[in-house]
């Protein structure tokens, strides 16, 4: 039931080959990969910070997204939720389920996790491997100080809101891949880098935890995930539809209506977005420009509940149930 | 790509019921399932023990398994590495794939979990649901005074090997599984017990942190875990085939040279494998007696390397690829 002898040395000769390439070494390890379970060193004054994360094939990337790329978003995705709560992301655990032990596979979804692992110097601490459907999930841990994580539920009236970044590359470049082959443009390759690489905001998160009163990352979409801050923080929020931000790509490729649908609801991008009081943006802004890291402010915190989209005349723009808007 | 609204909401509701049903009030909780991410509180000199492990329908339980049972389980298998590593287990994270949002099977799911959870006041602080085949991973979290884990590689020649409780039953009832249909006998509802509640030996891992050498949890089959103990430790190990503890159900339902197998290679019964320096021998035993849980005296640790099985001449019984033994 758990496996034949060989399957079984197949599953640790993965393992044994994911820990040589991920394990860093991190002296907070005190014992990685190799026993029942890894022993770690939270430092003196600091808290924990778990999120776990599942990416399914086909379902939270293409069928056809290469190996490299699948390894890099399975952390980012998860990395981002370290972003959004402020934290150094240090240690993570994969459980990689696999149609059959493809070594291949492994070795590239390694070069590709492995890269983004080693810009922040996170160590692979856990691993399992399983027979099935494609999939992989992740728990990721980071540390704050005691105190400081940076939570949803903080935003008050009058506050301004942001975003990093720009909004609906990823929901644009998805729609196309669904489109007629065409000839791979600089804008459809940029607009793919945006879907298969995203960019965890950490440094970002870490300049926001000082100053924010809430944040969140933007992975099912602008709004559905702004509606997580507005219900745990007991506030109402309203976005101006012109004032969100795009990429050159995204202008290249849409028109307003579908932009403002890919940036409003389409998710996947792992930007922050986040509430400050109004009289500390000039401050935020410089020190996020210092980490690297554009933001625009694109709405406000008002009293009451619920997200609304807002034309340049204030009217709002209703989202159908499927997420898609429509102009009233 | 992150699925339609009303997946997503679905999915959220799912979570709600889980973090509702699972997400037990420990002050070290300082912010549990709802925000990008936990936070929690290690207390101050210990260290934090993590694993992952994954079950997937058909491979690691048979699809015939209660949804009650699968819950119970899937937390007793994570449980069983922190018992062997000595850790009080406090914080898990669920990673739950299922074909549909299934809210009865949620239901009954936490009933099993909850009901193993209930008794070590272990928090779900991480949910995340997922559309595709049925598949549970966890990721489980305990803590360890600082230094003190119990390890794989401790283990001296001299020392004498041990197990808990008995072993064998979880692959006999597997194996009667396979069998024509039957009536259901108390032997059989006692064997299929075991394999579908596991129970993790979490008491006798902390009487163990302060005494075994090396311990590790049965999880792939005696002798192949113990072979871990052996290549982390470098030494060999000898196991006395007929000192291999039985339960009342799987004497009566198996010839010696099938038991054998049950016990030797079976795995799946999440007993803990241990070695002792011999002098603690009475001490230890009498320690784990109280706290519920027998042990055998299996075998010793010799210098050399791998696991030999020795019949009561002290010849080795081999094992074959399969994992299945013969009589040389």
Same mark, same amino acid.
């Given at each position: *039931?758990?496996?034949?002898?060989?399957?079984?040395?197949?599953?640790?000769? +993965?393992?044994? $080959?994911?820990? &040589?390439?991920? =394990?860093?070494?991190?002296?907070?390890?005190?014992?990685?990969?190799?026993?029942?379970?890894?022993?770690?060193?939270?430092? *003196? #004054?600091?808290?924990?910070?778990?999120?776990?994360?599942?990416?399914?094939?086909?379902?939270?990337?293409?069928?056809?997204?290469?190996?490299?790329?699948?390894?890099?978003?399975? $952390?980012?995705?998860? +990395?981002?939720? !370290?972003?959004?709560? /402020?934290?150094?992301?240090?240690? @993570?655990?994969?459980? +990689?389920? !696999?149609?059959?032990?493809?070594?291949?596979?492994?070795?590239?979804?390694?070069?590709?996790?492995?890269? +983004?692992?080693?810009?922040?110097?996170?160590?692979?601490? /856990?691993?399992?491997?399983?027979? =099935?459907?494609?999939?992989?999930?992740?728990? *990721?841990? =980071?540390?704050?100080?005691?105190?400081?994580?940076? $939570?949803? &539920? =903080?935003?008050?009236?009058?506050?301004? @809101?942001?975003?990093?970044?720009? $909004?609906?590359?990823?929901?644009?470049?998805?729609?196309?891949?669904? !489109?007629?082959?065409?000839?791979?443009?600089? *804008?459809?390759?940029?607009?793919?880098?945006?879907?298969?690489?995203?960019?965890?905001?950490?440094?970002?998160?870490?300049?926001?935890?000082?100053?924010?009163?809430?944040?969140?990352?933007?992975?099912? #979409?602008?709004?559905?995930?702004?509606?997580?801050?507005? @219900?745990?923080?007991?506030?109402?929020?309203?976005?101006?539809?012109?004032?969100?931000?795009?990429?050159?790509?995204?202008?290249?490729?849409?028109?307003?209506?579908?932009?403002?649908?890919?940036?409003?609801?389409?998710?996947?991008?792992?930007?922050?977005?986040?509430?400050?009081?109004?009289?500390?943006?000039?401050?935020?802004?410089?020190?996020?420009?210092?980490?690297?890291?554009?933001?625009?402010?694109?709405?406000?915190?008002?009293?009451?509940?619920?997200?609304?989209?807002?034309?340049?005349?204030?009217?709002?723009?209703?989202?159908?149930?499927?997420?898609?808007?429509?102009?009233?």
């Amino acid at each position: *039931v758990t496996g034949s002898t060989s399957e079984a040395s197949s599953e640790f000769e +993965l393992i044994d $080959l994911l820990r &040589s390439r991920l =394990g860093c070494d991190r002296p907070d390890v005190r014992v990685g990969i190799g026993d029942d379970a890894a022993v770690l060193a939270v430092p *003196v #004054g600091h808290e924990l910070v778990v999120s776990t994360d599942t990416l399914i094939a086909g379902v939270h990337f293409p069928l056809t997204t290469r190996a490299e790329d699948i390894g890099w978003k399975s $952390l980012a995705v998860n +990395l981002s939720d !370290m972003a959004a709560m /402020g934290a150094t992301p240090v240690w @993570v655990l994969l459980a +990689l389920t !696999m149609p059959s032990p493809d070594r291949a596979f492994v070795e590239r979804f390694a070069d590709g996790f492995g890269a +983004l692992a080693a810009q922040h110097r996170i160590a692979l601490v /856990g691993g399992d491997t399983t027979g =099935g459907p494609l999939s992989i999930g992740l728990t *990721v841990a =980071g540390i704050v100080p005691a105190g400081r994580a940076l $939570l949803r &539920s =903080g935003a008050r009236s009058g506050d301004a @809101v942001f975003v990093t970044g720009t $909004l609906g590359d990823a929901a644009a470049a998805l729609r196309r891949l669904g !489109m007629a082959a065409r000839r791979e443009s600089d *804008v459809d390759i940029a607009l793919r880098e945006r879907l298969d690489r995203p960019m965890p905001r950490i440094a970002a998160g870490l300049v926001l935890r000082e100053a924010a009163s809430a944040c969140i990352d933007v992975s099912d #979409g602008l709004i559905a995930d702004l509606g997580h801050v507005a @219900v745990q923080s007991g506030v109402g929020i309203e976005i101006a539809a012109s004032a969100l931000p795009a990429s050159a790509a995204l202008l290249a490729v849409s028109d307003a209506r579908e932009r403002l649908m890919f940036q409003a609801s389409g998710g996947d991008d792992y930007e922050l977005a986040f509430t400050l009081a109004a009289a500390r943006e000039q401050t935020i802004l410089r020190d996020l420009a210092s980490a690297g890291c554009g933001a625009t402010r694109i709405g406000r915190v008002v009293e009451g509940q619920g997200v609304r989209l807002l034309d340049d005349d204030g009217c709002e723009i209703a989202l159908d149930r499927r997420g898609w808007e429509h102009f009233a």
